[in-house]
């Protein structure tokens, strides 16, 4: 339901529309029903052609009645009306307003029985200090008071429920738009019971929008809620009357109709009883011209009849349905193409985009192979409610397939969003509503980007950047329940950043706490540490109380996510503290059903105590009286108990557990260095820093840069190269020159392991250069793995700062600051333990989740099919001649042709094998003639090669013997040769070492490099 304020934005918007078609007429009569019944209740409208000015600038005027002195409070007549004389004057003038005021009283109070009171009505907003203008006007010169009702004062009357039918009647507002009553304290609502009554003894009916909208609200009431639910058949019989008192009024017909459907869909769960009904005013429609707020409904009632075919509960077939929607969208069409302006044109756009984002229609076939018929009507609305209620998404988000037509509504938004600075008013929050729920089917769109954007903007212009957290919230929710972290990690991002600079701090706090879920769950745990402490900042730093709990559950699952990476001692000290500040903060601080972060951390507790007494027992010295001075040991200990029976795993059965979860190496924080190890995208990171709490911080603000990099970035090509990478950490208690942050391994002293950054001491940087120097270190080690050209590195770099990289790294506080909750001496005491990791010596292979393996196209934007086949074709041609001597003889030699036999078991195909056998043959007789073939080789003896790798051999060259073709030479050659084939395509290889396989299976994956071949004879 839309609140006051976004109702009231609505009605404007059709006020606005009003003006575009210059309807002076239907605002006229508004006018004249609003003042009856907030202002005056005893006028008449005025006589003479109004356009023409025969009224003499009088659109109605009061009648003289002395019923407010004589019968005081006896009616709501009496109590408005009045004895003084008050002219209505009404304009659907866009421009120049004021003049047109001043003209209006001239004529007014020119002409005529004289006045008192001029209550001036206007489709336009006045400013305040124009209005105090022209009151001081009336007043001055003609001694009369003047009250001015623009558009916004007349939008929040009408949204008022008694007015609501106003709106309705004159404007074509959709009645579902229509507000809800308070209710009182009582069983039932004091005004259902008040209209119940009055119904119940109305024998007589008008027909009117009003009448409609009076017996609305309790029909609504009554098919929603089980305890009025018997009441049901009596408000539908005063429906039917009421439909029969309209005769032959279409408007006030569709919008009774409309009601009686929707009432009975959902309290009798069935539509069989109005499918009648529902094909009369689907024939109206293809009949009759309609407004804007019916075609909507018709929108409503085409879903309906779609939700209720799978159950059986309509006669409305198929085809019907399919015609119908159709009928919509021509109808839509037509009015498009003859719409007045641009804020009806918006309208219009909005509500065809609605009827693309729908359903697709079912086919008989679909309704045969359906084998579920789905929940009742009535129960889906409680659980829609129910889900509003609790912030949870309403239903589950539609795939592509499912949706009308995918194409057009994006065409149709584009139209919209490039249109709507000229229609700032149009009302959106029902497409909004729909755009963020089908998000996951629409966000591979090439345009949604641009549309998500628009309609985020409008929001935040028209209510603020907390009402824009609420939408990229529903948009997070949907793309998770689609099973899209990674899609829903940047509209958590925009939420969080939306709320903080909406001053929402409750709302803020709520999405870095999903942040660090989602992160947690893709095995980034160090990110998902920062965002838990994130939230804990922010709860802490209000004076809310009801966000206190939120410091205790931030610090608890701090301790989870330190767990989670393998930082087990370091997890139980944070576990501590987190539970001083759960027994302090939280009602109930021990219950495990209403903290489940805490029941989680207990039993992490719990298995971090057994591992550690059956593999690591000279670590209990400092696990035991952190645990006993929390009183947390009379929760583990009988937990310990039950399973004490049971054999611990080994450590091997350990590691292996911890690598299938994706959790970095148990016991990695104990011991002289501390360790980081976690999987993404083909490669396994392992971080390695000094124990200390300068060195601890300085590394974890790097690991958890990286994994949010690494997560924003997991949707790029980036042409990885599968391997490890190994990264020492090292701090600076001076700043850093941005050249010297980070040495490559290529380039440091050859027993150094892997690359080396360099980062500045926490706190000696100011924020923004903090969080550039580390963002620019992970990047540069990420981009060591990455065979893309530098221009596509560029332009990808550029994309992924534009979508908000920047905001995504940068919580409320420095990394450092967020997470230093322990001293130097919980450092030095875990440090100087000698017992540390679980099997030290064995690789690390913690397995990735699914999310991290991302969806790329089958080949790289730089593949070629053509070109590559006729590379093949010239290997075949070209390297046939250095080698055609040596092929017959290692034909002949057993041994190699066994190997032969296994590589092309594992892939290998004629041209690779000749690729590799001719570049082991060409360098050994590089090195016999005299080349320099080792790296410092010079460009002269680069040339050289090249002629010797274009003759024939000789009878004369020296003969390669057969135990030079070894496995690791011919895989060691061939991506050689690989690499030069790569640089030829736009590519760069970065690693100054690296292992064949991985490099060759990018090619494979991406380049078709084990696939692509062309018909030869055979060379063995």
Sequence with gaps: MNSPTQLATQIRFHLGSLGETNAHHPFEQLCLGLTRRRLVSNVIPATGPVAAGGDGGRDAESFWSMLAKELPDTSFFTALATEE????????????????????????????????????FTITPVDTAKRHELQAHARNKYSIGLEIWDAQAIANELASPDLFYLAVDFLHVPSTLAPERDEADGDLPEW??????????????????????DLREALRFSSFNLEVRADLPDWLGSARALRDAARSDASVINRIDYEIIIATAFGLNTLKPVDGALREYFDRLASRPTDSGVLVDAITLLRLAQANQPRGETTVTVQEVAGWADNLQAILGRELAAAPGENTRVSLLGTAAMLALGPREFTTDDLD??????????????????????????????????????????AHLVDLVTSLPEAPMA???????????????????????????????????????????????????????????????????????????????????????????????????????QYAMSAASIAKGTDDPGLAVLVARGIILTATYEHQAGQWLTATHTFRIGIWAQSQLAGDSWSFERYPYFENMVVDQCFIIRTAAALRPAVLSVIDPVVQSTNLDALVEPMLETVAGVEPLDERASVDSA?????????????????????ALGNVWVVTTPNDRAHVLAAERFVAATQIVLAELAAEDLLLVPGEICVEIEVSDSRMASEEVFLRA??????????????????ALAVDADQLEVVSAAIQVLVTQSLLGRPALTAMLERTFERGLPHMLTCVRPYDELVDLHKDEVYEEIRVLSAGILEPGRRRSPQPPPELTPRLPAHAAAYDHTAALEAIEDRYEMLLR????????????????????????????????????????????AVSRGLNMTRSITQADIDKFRTIMEEDERSDDAETPADAFTEDQMWFHLANAAATTARRLG??????????????????????YWDDDVDHEPIL
């Design 369 to 410: 192979e359906l084998t579920v018929a789905g929940p009742r009507m009535f129960d889906i609305y409680h659980e829609m409610s129910e889900a509003k209620r609790e912030g949870r998404p309403l239903s589950a988000s539609p795939e592509i397939g499912e949706l009308r037509d995918l194409d057009a509504a994006m």
């Design 659 to 679: 690598d299938r979860s994706g959790l970095g190496r148990p016991f990695s924080d104990v011991g002289a260095v501390r360790e980081y190890s976690w999987a």
């Design 85 to 120: 004389a008050v002219v209505l004057a009404v304009t659907a003038q866009r421009d120049n307003v004021p003049s047109k005021v001043r003209a209006d009283l001239s004529k007014i109070c020119g002409n005529g029985e004289p006045v008192d009171r001029v209550i001036y």
């Design 882 to 925: 250095p080698v055609r001597l040596t092929l017959p003889r290692l034909a002949a030699h057993s041994r190699f042709m066994g190997l032969v036999s296994d590589l092309r078991a594992e892939g290998w195909k004629d041209w690779h094998l000749l690729t590799a056998i001719a570049n082991i043959v060409v360098n050994k007789r």
């Design 427 to 529: 009302p959106l929050e029902q497409l909004m509503s729909i755009f963020d729920l089908t998000a996951p089917a629409l966000i591979d769109h090439p345009d949604y980007f641009r549309v998500r954007s628009a309609l985020d903007d409008a929001t935040v212009e028209r209510e603020g950047k907390a009402a824009a957290g609420d939408r990229t919230q529903s948009r997070a929710v949907a793309l998770l329940q689609a099973d899209r972290p990674l899609d829903a990690l940047r509209e958590i991002h925009a939420a969080k950043l939306n709320w903080l600079n909406g001053d929402a701090a409750e709302g803020a706090a709520i999405m870095m706490l999903l942040a660090s879920k989602v992160y947690s769950d893709l095995g980034f745990a160090l990110a998902a540490k």
């Design 987 to 1008: 590519l760069e290889l970065r690693l100054a070492r690296f292992e064949p396989r991985s490099f060759l299976s990018v090619l494979g994956d991406r380049f078709n």
């Design 746 to 763: 290529g380039e440091r002293d050859p027993g150094a392991s892997g690359h080396r950054v360099r980062l500045t001491r926490g706190g």
């Design 192 to 213: 259902y019971v008040e209209t119940r009554d009055e119904w119940r003894t109305r024998s007589e009916h008008v027909g009117s929008m009003g009448e409609f909208l």
